[in-house]
């Protein structure tokens, strides 16, 4: 893994990437919009001619994409504060206690855990006074850092940001599996492994997308080796990491027809119950629910198409019509999922893919909250399709930080109408000129 044959250039673009990633990571908060977005650009600038360069070969990106990661390791999460509520919960199952079964606002007087208050305060009112919504194998993690850190905040952020670097190792190992078996080009997995959003808000801000992605793609793997029973354990996990991939469960059906359908869809059924047992109450499901329920209802954040609805319905109503809105939402959501896993041609895992990447954008387009990390779920799928949108939204999306800047925490309509004129243009002018190609695949 020599660098010693980089000319001057690559050790240029090299330092700066280093060099950003380190600043942004130990001293540039996410309410300092204009030094963020600079640097972010200046990273993501860097990315691009590091990815397009002639010089670098392929254990040398691969360095770099460790490099960068390894960097961020050692600093707690810098634009989120939700890691605090990993180790509340992950303390809490370590006392024996569910975190669906109370609020942090009603136990925060007698949890019998270390820096509990610390961890209260800092994860903010709206974590506080919600139930849990993170998934089982999500909350085995959160377990992990507490065994191994039960008294550091410093260094349970450290285990469950060692767990995040190993997910995205085995996304970049298995992600060059999969594009051989597709016959695609093995560099393309580093749009993802180098890409700035990635390192940042998965090693960096700690988020757990890219562990369920790791799930996700194994599954993908050991479906397309015809192995569908392993790629069912494999897609249980990554469900019961991130709730996401359920709504790509319909993209299997055409692949393995209607008996074998029925028992892999039965197969992830079963163990995700199965994984929720131990956390079994009288009041599981209702809290649980309740707490699903609000992302659709109550959050606003980064959304495109969904503002619009919500300006008409001001107009015409006079009033913020969220709670009809956020109702319609999953109903239209699950129609085009069905559009295009059932109407369209999937007997292939390119257009499993493909289809699914087209049918989760339309998802995160009608929602109600996107936060930037959503967007590496697009990232990765896009890596096995010929569709680039995710790639420009990875950069576009870090515009819908300028809200923290603000006392107020008020969105900024021409950066969000910026954002989503690039990536609905891109989205719609590769739909009209790339499915085509997809659909000879």
């Known amino acids: 893994m020599s660098f010693l044959n980089i000319k001057y250039k690559g050790i240029v673009l090299i330092l700066i990437s280093f060099v950003t990633y380190v600043v942004l990571g130990y001293f540039v908060p996410r ?47 810098f634009w989120s504060q939700d890691f605090y509520r990993f180790i509340w919960d992950g303390r809490l199952i370590l ?10 606002n009603d136990i925060i007087d007698t949890v019998p855990i270390a820096q509990s208050k610390e961890l209260y305060y800092a994860m903010g009112n709206l974590s506080a006074s919600h139930y849990s919504n993170y998934p089982p194998i999500n909350q085995f993690f959160f377990a992990i ?17 060692l767990i995040v670097l190993f997910a995205d190792l085995g996304i970049y190992f ?32 700690l988020h757990f997308e890219g562990v ?6 194994l599954g993908f793997y ?33 692949k393995l027809g209607f008996k074998k359908s029925v028992l892999f869809y039965l197969v992830i059924i079963s163990l995700n119950v199965l994984l929720f047992l131990p956390f079994v109450s009288k009041d599981l499901i209702a809290n649980y629910s309740e707490t699903i329920s609000l992302w659709f209802v109550n959050f606003e954040f980064n959304a495109s198409l969904y503002y619009v609805f919500r300006e008409i319905g001001f107009y015409i109503k006079g009033y913020n019509t969220i709670g009809v809105i956020g109702k319609v939402i999953p109903v239209v959501s699950i129609l085009v999922i069905l559009f295009y896993s059932l109407y369209k041609n ?26 930037p990390w959503y967007v590496i779920n697009l990232l990765l799928l896009a890596v096995f399709t010929q569709y680039k949108y995710p790639f420009y939204w990875s950069f576009f999306v870090v515009l819908s930080y300028f809200a923290y800047s603000q006392e107020t925490f008020k969105e900024s309509l021409v950066l969000l109408f910026i954002e989503y004129l690039f990536v609905f243009g891109i989205f719609i002018y590769e739909l009209k000129f790339k499915t085509i190609k997809n659909n000879l695949a």
């Not at 992600?175 to 990635?198: A, C, D, E, S």
Request: hydrophobic content about 55%; aromatic content about 22%.
């Open 174 to 205: 298995y992600g060059k599996k999969l594009l051989l078996l597709l016959n695609r080009n093995p560099k393309t997995i580093f749009l993802y492994f180098l890409n700035p959003l990635v390192i940042i808000e998965l090693t960096g801000n």
């Open 145 to 161: 850092a507490a065994v191994f850190a039960s008294k550091s905040v410093f260094f349970a952020a450290f285990v469950l940001k």
């Open 95 to 104: 006392s024996g206690i569910s975190p669906y079964a109370f609020l942090p």
């Open 346 to 371: 999937n007997l292939s895992m390119t257009r499993v893919i493909s289809n699914g990447l087209i049918a989760l954008s339309i998802y995160f387009f009608l929602s109600t909250t996107i936060h």
């Open 212 to 217: 369920m992605l790791f799930f996700l793609l």
């Open 222 to 254: 050991f479906f397309f080796l015809n192995k569908w029973l392993i790629s069912a354990l494999f897609i249980t996990l990554s469900i019961s990491t991130k709730l996401l991939p359920l709504l790509l469960l319909p993209f299997f059906y055409q």
């Open 31 to 77: 309410d300092s919009f204009n030094v963020l977005f600079f640097l972010y650009s200046l990273t993501f600038v860097s990315f691009y001619f590091i990815y397009k360069s002639q010089e670098f070969k392929e254990n040398q990106f691969f360095a770099l994409g460790f490099l960068f990661r390894f960097v961020l390791l050692f600093c707690l999460p």
